[in-house]
Structures are given as C-alpha cells and as structure tokens.
C-alpha cells in the first residue's frame, strides 16, 4: 500500500496544477486499491505477527498504526469519492502521507532491523570476506576462528540478541 497511497496523495496535490488536471480520474482508483491493499497487509502483518519472531513493542506500534492508515485511506477514499469536501481530502492526504511513512519506517525496522536506512552507508560493513584468513591454521579454534565470524557477518542481523526469525539465535553457542 506504500507506493499506491503515497503517488495518490501527490497526485491530489499535483492537480493543482493545470497542467496535471488529466491526473484526477486516477486518484480514486489509486486510493481504493491503496485502501484495499492496506486492509490486506493489516491483516496479513497480524498473522505473521502471531510467529514471535520481532519485538513485541514495535509490532504493536506497526501493527496500530497499520491500522490507523487502513482507516485513513478508507477515509480519505470516501473524501474523495464521494466529493465531500476537495480541501479536506487534500489535507487528510498530508496526514496520510505522515502515517504511511512512520508506519512504513517500523516495517523495515522489523523486517530489516533498526539501523536499516544508514546500514548502506557504513563502509566498514560488508567490507571483504565474511571470514577473515587464519594465520595459523594448525592453532585456530573451529567456532571462534571459523564459524562465529561467519555468524557475525552473515546471520546475527535476522538471528542475533535484537531479532529472533524462525525463533533460531545464533549469537552464542548455547542458543545454537
């Protein structure tokens, strides 16, 4: 529901340009199929949410704010369709455009963990081979030398202290 309820609500405010008046007949299609696919992802995020596999506290703030953004879009859908008012739908479309946003923000710190957005920046990480070369390979313990940094580098972001998928951790040799 992203992309669709986010271009609809530019799209109201791009028809205040003439030149992009020939826009208008889209944005009530944009908005249901926005509305219908938030509604789905509510209840398709509420099932997977039953797994136990993401911090409660933040899929409880996803998951209401889910929410709240299926109710604005039915809102502001029927604003639109119904021509109740051209400004107050413009205006719910800003604070749609917020809701999405923050709810959207949380959905990647749950998929992908808390530091997703600056995680592309961070030019130590993913810098080389996941393990590094032992120097004495006749001395080097397996699990330290060999299987932690791979661990590290490969699983702890979905498998670690912070996320738990599938419940598996890998962080420790106890949990594994």
Request: aromatic fraction near 12%; proline fraction near 5%; glycine fraction near 10%.
């Amino acid at each position: 529901p992203i992309g669709i309820l986010l271009l609809a609500c530019f799209f109201q405010w791009l028809i205040l340009v003439n030149k992009f008046v020939f826009l208008q007949p889209a944005i009530p299609a944009m908005l249901f199929w926005g509305m219908l696919s938030a509604i789905g992802s509510c209840i398709s995020g509420y099932i997977l949410s039953q797994s136990g596999d993401y911090d409660a506290e933040l899929v409880t703030k996803h998951q209401w704010l889910g929410i709240i953004v299926a109710v604005a879009s039915l809102v502001l859908y029927l604003l639109y369709q119904f021509s109740i008012g051209e400004k107050a739908a413009r205006w719910a479309s800003l604070i749609l455009i917020v809701l999405v946003s923050i709810t959207g923000h949380l959905g990647g710190s749950l998929t992908h963990g808390s530091g997703y957005l600056i995680e592309g920046f961070n030019k130590e990480e993913h810098k080389g081979p996941a393990i590094k070369p032992i120097a004495n390979v006749p001395e080097a313990v397996l699990y330290t030398d060999a299987i932690q940094p791979l661990f590290q580098a490969r699983c702890y972001n979905c498998h670690g202290p912070n996320k738990k998928k599938g419940k598996l951790r890998l962080d420790t040799p106890e949990f594994i």
